[in-house]
């Protein structure tokens, strides 16, 4: 049955440029363009699992701004308030990582033209007016005091309309220092709802240390509990999520989720990944599934499983969007379940 709820996500999309069949920068001749960005993943995901989706964003008036927007259309999304104007996109690059070498990203950004946005690009009363849902990134609010000034607005709007609002913080250490990132996001935090992040994620932008367990001398789930209640007293989320990763090399890994409702600690089942086709935007994926399991399924168990099975999924799958659809990650729930019932 379709979705209709409303879900607005603001945010820069980049121009993506990866290297050919793993190559290393350094003999590359040739690389592979694509757009992404958390915001417009997000969007994308969310998009396909038949959502109604309003993407935001600042795009610069030349080719490159019209190809992105052209290629966010073939999702079926509103693209009705992205602003125009200002130079450039973001762009960032990508080595992809293969068995024990691992992937790396450079970020170029400064001065797009969503860096140098402004409140008169965007109505965010008419924006986020009969929305039921914002999401956005702490790396958007990473590229320019404006962007964050900007999020910080549609945030207060959002909550005058009740919207739920959903915060990835993904912190990305090319971007800003840990001093830089906690002194702009703990802010923005008093208006956030659900708050998505990884450990380096909530050390780096909330300024909480998350210790391995005493007895095992690992990090498990018992290991966030303690952190995300203290968390939670802080900034009164209503869920703060992360997923668990043991990694075996860079094709190999285990993952599951963990989320904190204020009261209870769930774990979601464990998937066993390998080989992985593709990382980027695992993140994303998540974060997509953990938004529509809590619009669509009937517990926040639930919710929690399709999240981290959509994130699986993710990693079989080349590009930045969860090319995967509904019924798929329904299977694949139902059919790891049944395999940990009979193991």
């Known amino acids: 049955m379709p979705v209709t709820q409303r ?3 603001f945010g820069e999309i980049l121009m993506r440029l990866s290297t050919v069949n793993s190559a290393r920068w350094t003999q590359s001749r040739m690389f592979q363009l694509d757009y992404g960005g958390p915001s417009s993943n997000v969007a994308a995901n969310l998009a396909l699992w038949n959502h109604e989706v309003r993407y935001v964003t600042k795009l610069p008036p030349n080719d490159f701004g019209d190809s992105a927007i052209n290629y966010l259309r073939g999702f079926g ?14 762009v960032y690059f990508v080595e992809p990582g293969v068995a024990l070498r ?5 970020y ?4 797009s033209s969503l860096s140098e946005a402004t409140a008169d690009d965007f109505d965010f009363d008419e924006i986020l007016r009969n929305g039921a849902l914002l999401f956005w990134s702490g790396m958007t609010a990473g590229i320019s005091q404006q962007a964050s000034e900007l999020i910080k607005t549609a945030c207060e709007i959002a909550k005058q ?6 915060c990835d913080l993904n912190y990305r250490k090319q971007q800003w220092s840990p001093r830089e990132a906690q002194r702009v996001i703990r802010p923005l935090m008093q208006n956030v709802d659900i708050c998505i992040g990884s450990r380096d994620d909530i050390e780096n932008c909330l300024g909480y240390v998350i210790e391995p367990n005493e007895q095992t001398g690992e990090l498990d789930a018992k290991s966030y509990e303690t952190v995300f209640h203290r968390i939670q007293q802080e900034f009164g989320f209503k869920y703060i999520a992360t997923t668990l990763r043991k990694e075996y090399s860079v094709s190999h890994i285990d993952c599951k989720a963990i989320l904190y409702d204020g009261k209870d600690l769930l774990e979601s089942q464990n998937y066993d990944i390998n080989p992985i086709l ?6 994303d994926a998540f974060t997509s ?14 919710a929690l499983e399709w999240a981290i099975a959509a994130s699986a999924y993710k990693y079989t799958i080349s590009g930045v969007i969860d090319r995967v659809s509904v019924s798929e990650v329904e299977t694949l729930i139902a059919e790891h379940n049944a395999n940990m019932i009979l193991h």
Do not use: E, F, K, W
Request: glycine share 16%; aromatic share 4%; charged share 25%.
């Open 289 to 302: 599934g953990l938004i529509h399991g809590l619009l669509t399924q009937v517990s926040t168990q639930r």
């Open 7 to 9: 879900i607005i996500t």
């Open 77 to 90: 999304i509103d693209l009705d308030y992205i602003a125009r104007g200002g130079s450039r996109m973001g």
């Open 161 to 166: 309309y009740g919207l739920t609002v959903v």
């Open 278 to 283: 593709d990382r980027v935007a695992v993140g």
């Open 102 to 106: 691992r992937g790396r990203r450079i």
């Open 108 to 111: 170029d950004r400064a001065h």
